[in-house]
Each structure stands twice: as C-alpha cells, then as structure tokens.
C-alpha cells in the first residue's frame, strides 16, 4: 500500500479563463479500486492526463507508483496480438498472461491472429490482461465498457472487481457497483472520495443535495423575515428622530434622556438585524454549490395513424457472402419501448439500418408503414462539425429547443460558441440525442445512445422516455438504462 497525494491541484488549459481544477486536495490509496464519475466535460479525462504528466499544472501530485492508461494507443492493428502485447510489455510471462486471458474468456489462439480481427470486446480484454501483468504499476481505465455487449461487460467487471490499484471511469451503474469500492467524484466545485460503490455514493449526495435545498429555503425565508423586520426598525428609528423636536412641532417637552435610549436601543436591534441577514446570506453562500441540477427533458411526437408500425418475419441480412443475422422476427407495436439485445456481432446495428431505409440485401419478408417518419441516432459521431446554430438548421430542427434540451444536460452556454468537433464523446451523442427529441416522427431507432454519455444524463434520459412514452427501438448495452426503459427485448 502507498499513498498518491493531491495537493492544491489548479488548472486551466492554454486560452481558456475558467479553470478545470482550483486549489483541489485528496489523497488516493492505491489498493483501492476507485470508480470515477461525474457530468461529461467536468474533467475526467483532463484528471486522468495529470496523473500521466501530460500537462503543466500548479499544486504537487506525489506518487510512489507508476501510472498506465487504457486504452492505450496499438499504432500497428494488422500485427500479430502477441506482438502487439510485446511492444507494451516486453518483459511478460506467458503463462501469467495465458492464466489472465483464461479468467476473461479468451483462447490463447487469439494471440496468434492478427490484432485487427479480434472483436472489440477481445481487444478490450487483451489490452487489460496485459496492463494488469505489470506490478507496481497503477490502472487508470477509461470507458472500458464502450461497444461491449452485456455479456463482456459482466466478464470484465467480474474481473476488475478481484483485481486492486486503479481508477475506472465508467458511466454504467451496473458495471461500477459491481467491482469498485470507492467512488471519485468530480462535482461542480470539489472532488470528493467517498466509500462505497456507486449505488451508495449516489444516495449519499441525493441525501446531501436535499438537505442543502431544504436548508437554502430555510434560510432564503429567514431572510425574508429579518428584510421585513429591519423596514419595521428603520420606520421606528425614523418616528423616534421625528420625537427629539417634539417641542418646536406640539409644544410639549421631550425626555432627551428616554428617546437617547431608545435611539441606541433601535440602532443595536438594526445591528443584530443586519449581523443575522450577513450570517444568513453566508450560510446561503456554502450551499448548493454541488447540486446537480437534472431538469426534466421534453419531446416532440407524433402517434402514427396505425397500432403496427414495422414488421420482420424470418428476416436475414447479408454483406455479399457474410450473413449478418438469420431468420429475425419480431413487430413494432405503437408505444412499444424495445430493446434489441445480442452479443457483438449479432447483427443488431444491421436490423436498425435495414428499418431506417438503408438498402441492405434481406431475405424473408420485412413491412414497413406507408409515410412512417424515422428518428436515427446512429454510434457514429465522427460527421459532427461546425457550430451548433448551423447544424440545428441543416437538420430543419427548432434551434431555441435543441439548445434548451442541451443545457439541461449540462451543456455550459459557452459550448454553444464552439465547434461540435472539438466536443468530448458525451458531449457529441448528447448533441445527436438531443437533435433525435427535436424531430417531430412516429419512432425513435437509437444505436447505442449512451456511450461516453454521464450517468446523471442517463437518467434524465430515462426518466423522459417513461414519462412520453415514445415508440422506440434500441440498442443498448447499459442493463439498468435496460431494465428500467425496455417494455419488450427481441434478443439475437
């Protein structure tokens, strides 16, 4: 066990005037398996550089370990996979590195096959049974569980939960509760370590984010009151000055004695007025400052004019000799929230183009509503450019909604002057996802929605799709976003 230590860690990259990190301190065990999460953009990514020495900063971050990041870059994919692993680590044992691939289901054969022919998920897997041969060396894991299948996903975590000494950024709950047991947070204005998986951590802060609202109304009516009551003093204060000429305006003689004491008294209940509103308005000032705010999102629909709106029976799809998937059947009912489940591979992208009008080779018969207007939101945001403004209006979308539905998923208005191709991952399927609500169709088809996307979006995401009720089609690999969303899954 030994100590990675964080001391007044401040950052900002080169232009910009907002720092990413200010005046941050915590320290880290590195026997810990620590999940990392917080809103996209919040600097998780940019954290995970500094540990690596990738960018100047002021503070000290001390360390008796080194540091290894995954996924790491494989600049030669068409090499043989062991030779891949070699260039990484060239000092490794093959029969540890055989006993690892064994406990995440991978044949020794695949280290003798080109890198490139792997699956995604078989990469995935190699890459961090590699990583994990190297002692005395700490993990930083970013976004393993991207275009892994439910089944991987459950064989990788299984084995980072029996695995110590790394810092996991995933946004899949089911995925982090699994194997971690400290949670890394980054909030609005602090990061904070917390015991526990993510479940716990997550009930901790809705405790917490509720008893800083409750304490802010408190005290905002407190305030209220003490305004109130200092109007009342300053009116008295004003009959008591009115009071010392009494003789000149009535006639009559005035104590100068009593109204001088009652003048310092309401000049000390003015003071201990104004104290308790400083106090009040500085109590108010400590709070809120980490509430995430998840404002309900809204969607444009349209009920399609029949119950049914697609139909597949015995469908098979082919790429020139290669079978994608045989023999599916299943219907679109609509109001149906359906969740197209497989392994990678399965052909479960290839069912989605084929519904949303790409001219694919099928057999089997495949019906579609006459007019059926179609919402896409495909895994690739590799096409996203320009600014906002221009790409809401060369999608015919209304652009004062696409920007409100992104600035409640935690989009600063200051993005809304960049270019989409500088965006981080989340950022870029929040935009597709937010375009996809905007669009005014019968059914929403959504592959892989929620990749890179943070874990607080995800359940505004989910809590707009129960509360519409749109019709949709989906693949996703999160089991949660799954359990809680699918009324029927089709599995491949």
Known sequence: MSLINVTNLT????????????????????????????????????????????????GTISAKVGFDYFPFQVTDKEKLTYEIIEEVYPDYEHWQLVRELTLLKVSEDALYRPFVSLSNGEQTKVLLATLFLKENNFLLIDEPTNHLDLHARKLVSDYLRNKSGFILVSHDRSFLDNCVDHILAINKTTIEIQQGNFSAWWENKKRQDDFELAENEKLRKDMRRLSEAAKRTSGWSDEVEKSKNGTRNSGSKVDKGYVGHKAAKMMKRSKSIEQRQLAAADERGKLLKNVETADS????????????????????????????CRD???????????ALSGRNGSGKSSILKLICGEDLAYTGNFRIGSQLRISYVSQDTSHLQGN????????????????????????ARVQFEKDISSFSGGQKKKVLIAKSLCENVHLHVWDEPLNFIDVISRMQIEELLLEHEPTILFVEHDSEFCDNIATKIIEL
């Open 11 to 58: 950052f900002a990259y080169d232009g910009s005037y907002n720092n990413i990190f200010e005046d941050v301190s915590f320290q880290i065990d590195t026997d810990w398996k620590l999940g990392f999460t917080g809103r996209n953009g919040r600097g998780k990514t940019t954290f995970l550089n500094l540990l690596l020495g990738k960018y100047e900063y002021s």
């Open 297 to 324: 999102l809204k969607i444009s629909q349209t009920a399609y004019h029949k119950s049914r709106l697609v139909e597949l029976d015995r469908v098979s799809i082919f790429y020139g000799e290669k079978e994608a």
């Open 328 to 338: 599916v059947s299943f219907t679109i009912e609509r109001g149906e929230r359906i």
């Open 388 to 411: 906002l403004t221009d790409y809401a209006r060369a999608n015919g979308i209304d652009e004062s909604l696409f920007k409100s539905i992104l600035r409640k998923l935690d989009f």
